[in-house]
């Protein structure tokens, strides 16, 4: 019993950890395709995926709505050697963030 409550008390933890990042919906992979042609769901899904996994190890999440499309231009070639990732993963992430940017909370 007292397992479960330590399992289930992480696992509320962690939601809670990562609930200022905003859920990716249809529309939004719907509105990167416009500007990446072919750009699906799963890519969007894989970005944050990436994104979760690698950018908040130094500093904590710089959210997408943080910075806009110029800025992440710039930012994610070298985000992206510091945190090692693949040039597939860089995209990917790079994708992710500039979809997502102009979401507002
Ligand atoms: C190996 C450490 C490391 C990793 C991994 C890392 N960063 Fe950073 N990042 C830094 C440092 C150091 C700074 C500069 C200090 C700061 O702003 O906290 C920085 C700054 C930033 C900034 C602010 C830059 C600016 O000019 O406004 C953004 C945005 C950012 N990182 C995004 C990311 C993203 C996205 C990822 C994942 C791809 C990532 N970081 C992974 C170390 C890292």
């Given at each position: 019993m007292k397992k479960h409550l330590a399992v289930a008390s992480i696992l509320f933890l962690s939601a809670c950890a990562s609930a200022k990042l905003i859920a990716p919906g249809q529309a939004d992979a719907d509105r990167g395709a416009q500007k990446?042609?072919?750009?699906?769901m799963n890519d969007l899904n894989e970005g944050k995926g990436i994104y979760e996994a690698h950018?908040?190890?130094?500093?904590k999440y710089k959210a997408p709505?943080?910075?806009?499309e110029a800025k992440w231009d710039k930012v994610i070639p070298v985000m992206a050697r510091k945190a090692k990732l693949d040039t597939a993963q860089e995209a990917l992430v790079l994708k992710y963030v500039v979809t997502m940017s102009t979401v507002k909370q």
């Amino acid at each position: 019993m007292k397992k479960h409550l330590a399992v289930a008390s992480i696992l509320f933890l962690s939601a809670c950890a990562s609930a200022k990042l905003i859920a990716p919906g249809q529309a939004d992979a719907d509105r990167g395709a416009q500007k990446f042609p072919g750009y699906t769901m799963n890519d969007l899904n894989e970005g944050k995926g990436i994104y979760e996994a690698h950018c908040n190890k130094c500093h904590k999440y710089k959210a997408p709505q943080t910075r806009d499309e110029a800025k992440w231009d710039k930012v994610i070639p070298v985000m992206a050697r510091k945190a090692k990732l693949d040039t597939a993963q860089e995209a990917l992430v790079l994708k992710y963030v500039v979809t997502m940017s102009t979401v507002k909370q």
